[in-house]
């Protein structure tokens, strides 16, 4: 198992200050000509440090290794997303759905509240238009009575 960057380097044939590139083509290149199918042996030991070697230093520079097959005697294992990457995935997509269903709510209360208001403003829209119309009657009324033109000939 290997421990240090530097003994990880070295598996890869790579001095310490080797850049990511370098680290990339190097591994790209071992496991071409190191593969099992490819010596036709069936000892895969080397493969299999190469390949510990390189996800080893994607793990400590922070990336994501090639996808790759690890031949352990002659069966191979594929390794894709691990089951934390999909935890993390689910957990992200998780509190982006509460969010945007709190951003549901909160549209569906601001237009509630606006229709409430709205309906508020109609309501004493029409009683003022019902008052107004009453006011008319009752005048219209008192000048039919003659009520109205009486007082409007004594204040002249």
């Known amino acids: 198992m290997i421990k240090t960057r530097t ?3 070295r598996t890869l044939g790579l001095g310490p200050n080797a850049s990511q590139e370098k680290i990339k083509m190097a591994y790209k ?3 071409k000509r190191c593969h099992p199918d490819v010596t036709g042996s069936d000892d895969a030991t080397l493969y299999n440090k190469i ?3 390189y996800q ?3 793990a400590d520079a922070g990336q994501r290794p090639l996808t ?3 031949v352990v005697g002659r069966t191979t294992s594929r390794y894709s997303s691990s089951n ?3 935890a993390a ?3 992200k997509m998780e509190k982006q759905k509460k969010r945007k269903a709190q951003e549901f709510e909160q549209k569906q209360k601001d237009l509630s509240a606006m229709y409430e208001k709205q309906e508020a403003d109609y309501k004493r829209a029409m009683e003022a238009i019902d008052a107004i ?3 008319r009657a009752i005048q219209s009324m008192i000048w039919a009575n003659g009520l109205g033109k009486d007082n409007e000939d004594k204040k002249e």
Request: with cysteine; charged share 30%; hydrophobic share 50%.
């Open 51 to 53: 390949v510990e070697a």
């Open 7 to 9: 003994e990880a380097l």
């Open 56 to 58: 080893f230093l994607c």
């Open 89 to 91: 995935f689910q957990k």
């Open 68 to 70: 790759h097959s690890k």
């Open 84 to 86: 934390a990457d999909y």
């Open 29 to 31: 290149d071992l496991v």
């Open 133 to 135: 119309r009453a006011a």
